[in-house]
């Protein structure tokens, strides 16, 4: 019998592009794979370590499948991604039901670690080369690497790089994910155009900071001739922008964003925060004053741009004058999205060291006040929209319900910015159609459809 493999993915994008290239490799290597868990014979969970949040998901998510090998089906459990890669001594002495831990850098013979386990694991017990399948070294996947996507067959993400050069005080990604590492353009241009046949139409482009790619090679301008080439792909119609680091990108690239009408008119820019002493805490460069002439800069160049941002509150050192510079900020540059984390105290990074720690439930009352003022802010941008009529990219049925359509404006990024309900007309998953917006909610619109585009 073919073995069965089910395959559970934690964590952010970058991760979910990991997990679907090591789905892709063991759909080659001829195993079946399962969304039901109590029908695999081997169970693999692609986790995330990032902050305690994180760690605490992926350690329950591990705990799960152990418990669906210990009364079920299940022979082997396999544990990839950044937890493993952290606490790979620890996971497999704490968690004897682990089989092995795959660091990044084994990816590519998920096949032959997973058939080695299964063929060397009695029925209950654990492998006699458990562990040993780990490698440092991270892991950048390449056109030539089969991927088998699970988000809708019109939008996918695309990796541009891995690893991060940054030494942010309060991040611990570089330790497990290593420096920058572009990949080269032919090879991103390849896969750009392997997904347009497919019937991707919306590129979303990924990295630890997408703004540094290409610096790695050599060719700081790289970035720009990226997404001139995706933008002559046939069949491509929006290219997103995530993660890209504050004040190290400019002009050049905003010009192209105001010029080309392939590339949406979005920026995802994690600020972080903007106190300049908390800044120079965190390691973060730059300074309030900076960040509000590039964000002027920014709306200048580009009309109507959607701007995205994440701010970190509670971090060591950030009292209530601090607090109020991000607040006021905040409310001055009424960004379109907002993220807010709560400080996680990670071991090995400088932060973790600091002093003058912040209270727990005082960085949450932070995080809320924030959180409450941007959904005020936000309620009012989208009431603006009523009466217009907008592009929309359509995802398909709601997920609200199965008789509802929903979309995207060219200002919603998928799974983070809230949808477009579509209650009258019809059209096609994919499709690109003209709404005009009938009501608001707090994050999303709905509306109807007047046209194709």
């Known amino acids: 019998m073919i073995p069965k493999i089910g395959v559970v993915s934690l964590g952010c994008p970058k991760n979910q592009v990991d997990t679907e290239v090591l789905l892709g490799l063991l759909e080659r290597e001829g195993f079946d794979l399962t969304p039901r868990e109590a029908e695999a014979d081997l169970l693999l969970v692609n986790t995330c370590g990032f902050i305690q949040a994180a760690k605490e998901e992926s350690i329950e998510a591990i705990l799960e499948l152990a418990r669906q090998k210990k009364g079920g089906r299940c022979r082997a459990l396999v544990v990839a991604g950044c937890l493993g890669e952290r606490y790979r001594e620890d996971l497999l002495k704490e968690l004897p039901e682990i089989d092995a831990i795959v660091g990044m850098g084994e990816y590519t013979r998920i096949g032959e670690i997973c058939r080695t386990l299964l063929n060397g694991t009695p029925r209950g017990g654990h ?97 720009l001739r990226l997404l001139r080439d995706l933008s002559r792909i046939a069949g491509i119609r929006w290219i997103r922008l ?113 002093p003058d720690p912040v209270p727990a439930e005082v960085a949450l009352e932070r995080r809320a006040m924030l959180m409450e003022e941007q959904a005020a802010r936000r309620s009012k941008q989208l009431r603006a929209l009523v009466g217009t009529v907008q592009e929309a990219l359509v995802d398909g049925p709601s997920e609200e319900s199965e008789y509802l359509l929903e979309g995207r404006l060219e200002g919603q990024a998928p799974e983070v910015d809230g949808v477009v309900y579509l209650t009258e007309g019809s059209a096609r998953p994919g499709d690109f159609v003209k709404v005009e917006i009938t009501q608001s909610h707090l994050y999303d619109l709905a509306g109807r459809i007047v046209s194709p585009c």
């Open 242 to 354: 995530f993660y890209l680091y504050p004040l190290l990108f400019g002009r050049s690239l905003l010009d192209l964003m105001a010029e080309e009408s392939k590339i949406c008119r979005y920026l995802d820019m994690p600020v972080q925060h903007v106190d300049d002493r908390v800044l120079r805490l965190m390691r973060r460069g730059g300074s309030r004053d900076q960040l509000t002439r590039f964000i002027e800069q920014i709306r200048t160049q580009v009309p109507g741009v959607t701007l995205r941002t994440a701010v970190l509150v509670g971090h060591p050192g950030e009292d209530e004058t601090a607090f109020e510079t991000l607040r006021r900020f905040l409310q001055e540059t009424a960004f379109d999205h907002l993220g807010v984390f709560t400080f996680s105290s990670e071991e090995g990074t400088a932060a973790a060291a600091l």
């Open 127 to 223: 492998a006699p080369l458990r562990g040993l399948f780990i490698r440092e070294g991270g892991f950048l996947p390449t056109a030539a690497l089969p991927r088998l996507r699970v988000s809708r067959p019109h939008t996918a993400y695309l990796k541009l790089s891995e690893g991060c050069d940054h030494t942010c005080a309060f991040c611990a990604i570089p330790a497990f994910r290593g420096p920058h590492r572009s990949r080269p353009l032919a090879d991103l241009l390849t896969e750009a155009g392997r997904l347009a046949e497919e019937g991707v139409k919306e590129l979303n482009l990924i990295s630890q900071d997408t703004a540094h790619y290409g610096r790695d090679l050599g060719d700081p301008d790289l970035l």
